[in-house]
């Protein structure tokens, strides 16, 4: 079974950076498309970035694009979000995903099948 395990949130000012991490085990990472989502208190759990397995295509919510870029390191089974120029809108608890099936089928929760446990990013004005 997939565990995945989150890192590198925080407190942050607006405007600033941080770089979530992800490391996953028990599966062969290459294999699988991966995703951030995150979830802000009393919202629904959002779409952020997905990345697809090799040939690499990358995804990005309109609210994110061209501020987070999402990225992935096949040797080192590690997902990552580089979240730059931060609003405290992005403020959430942040969660990374492996698919359900190997291919990206789509950008909704309920395409991918294993969750990390989340890891919480707060942007302060």
């Known amino acids: 079974q997939v565990q995945l395990v989150e890192s590198g949130g925080g407190l942050v000012q607006t405007g600033g950076s941080l770089r979530l991490s992800c490391t996953t085990s028990?599966?062969?990472?290459?294999?699988?498309?991966m995703g951030w989502f995150r979830q802000a208190p009393g919202k629904e759990r959002e779409f952020v970035a997905a990345i697809s397995r090799a040939p690499i295509i990358k995804y990005y919510a309109a609210s994110v694009k061209g501020r987070f870029t999402i990225s992935r390191d096949n040797a080192k089974n590690t997902l990552y979000l580089q979240m730059n120029s931060l609003k405290t809108d992005d403020t959430a608890v942040y969660y990374c995903?492996?698919?359900?099936?190997?291919?990206?089928?789509?950008?909704?929760?309920?395409?991918?099948?294993?969750w990390g446990q989340g890891t919480q990013v707060i942007v302060s004005s």
């Open positions: 028990g599966r062969t990472f290459s294999s699988y498309a």
């Open positions: 995903a492996t698919s359900v099936s190997g291919d990206l089928t789509g950008l909704r929760a309920e395409d991918f099948g294993s």
